[in-house]
């Protein structure tokens, strides 16, 4: 398999589950210090991950959680967003200019920061209250998703959460990989059809509308500089659907969570109108020892991104295209 260490990936999940304590030990300060809103802070790709854990707590609780986009914080404020208030964000570089100049601001009102930030002495996690480094690709919304599932236990909405965590350790890690393995034969045949298309709508909806979000931009236009557009699946029917024929390529995520239905609306449509549609189903990924009750919390996503990453490792060989190349970004002053 392209790109791909069985290995490392096992070890960089359970590396991430390991966290825990220190997710668990900044919450609970928090916690006891009390906090009137709680922000997930992010652009791009962090911005995508944000959406995820502020769906995924929405369904599951009352807590004032909501998304704050680093650039809109820093032009429009947000007065919602006080001392009192607790930010978390993620930055692998530690130095994405919207969110300096975000965290900039924030640290003038004062609220609380917890930074996820990959890179240790950089100007980000130096301004976070609270910082945690761990280095290791495709974890950022296991570690969005502890803090979110050690607030929501504290809330009293998740009275599993100790199971829940003893399944994830014991079994997630080598389940993901596997997952991945499962997905090598039908990411090459997606690569090869769809690697010179001309426009790829993606939709999804729940927190697989941040993994369609990051999908499309982050993945297809920014890395390997293909056309796409994410298109949220209970939007496609007012709109996208009209410019859809037989020949469009469309690809529709579905997950597991609450709004499940507004994909499978979509799903039941598109045989209709279309004769180049995709179905990725995260139901189609079992992974052994999780328990039913269990999967739709983390591991729709997760399972979505196993997939996705066996189609871009056949895109970039196909495409004879490195991912890590830019054009423009990071690579002059805009």
């Avoid at 209970?234 to 507004?262: C, K, N, S, Y």
Wanted: glycine share 6%; aromatic share 12%.
């Amino acid at each position: 398999m392209l790109k791909f260490n069985e290995q490392q990936q096992i070890d960089d999940i359970q590396g991430a589950l390991e966290l825990r304590p220190q997710v668990e030990k900044i919450i609970d300060e928090v916690w006891e210090k009390g906090y009137d809103n709680i922000y997930y802070l992010g652009i791009g790709g962090t911005y995508a991950s944000a959406m995820q854990a502020v769906t995924y707590i929405n369904g599951r609780s009352d807590l004032p959680v909501y998304v704050q986009h680093a650039a809109e914080y820093y032009t429009t404020g947000n007065r919602r967003l006080t001392k009192d208030s607790l930010v978390i964000l993620s930055s692998v570089t530690g130095t994405t200019e919207e969110v300096v100049k975000a965290v900039a601001e924030i640290k003038e009102v004062g609220a609380t920061l917890l930074g996820f930030v990959d890179t240790a002495g950089t100007s980000l996690a130096e301004s976070c209250d609270h910082v945690i480094t761990y280095p290791a690709p495709g974890t950022e919304q296991i570690k969005f998703f502890m803090a979110a599932d050690r607030l929501m236990h504290n809330n009293g909405d998740f009275p599993d959460y100790a199971e829940y965590y003893a399944e994830l350790e014991k079994y997630l890690p080598k389940g993901l990989v596997e997952a991945e393995k499962q997905a090598e034969d039908f990411g090459r045949e997606f690569a090869e059809k769809h690697r010179h298309d001309d426009m790829h709508y993606f939709v999804g909806a729940g927190n697989q509308w941040g993994a369609v979000y990051s999908y499309a931009m982050c993945y297809w236009e920014e890395q390997s500089w293909l056309r796409s557009k994410s298109i949220h699946a209970a939007e496609f029917l007012h709109g996208t659907l009209e410019i859809v024929d037989e020949t469009t390529p469309v690809t529709l995520f579905l997950g597991e969570d609450e709004q499940r239905p507004l994909a499978e609306r979509v799903k039941n449509l598109l045989p209709r109108i279309c004769g180049n549609y995709t179905f990725i189903d995260s139901k189609d990924y079992p992974i052994e020892g999780i328990s039913e009750k269990n999967r739709g919390r983390v591991l729709p996503h997760l399972l979505m991104h196993c997939v996705t990453q066996r189609i871009d490792a056949h895109v970039e060989k196909l495409n004879c295209h490195p991912l890590d190349i830019r054009r423009y970004y990071r690579q002059f002053d805009y």
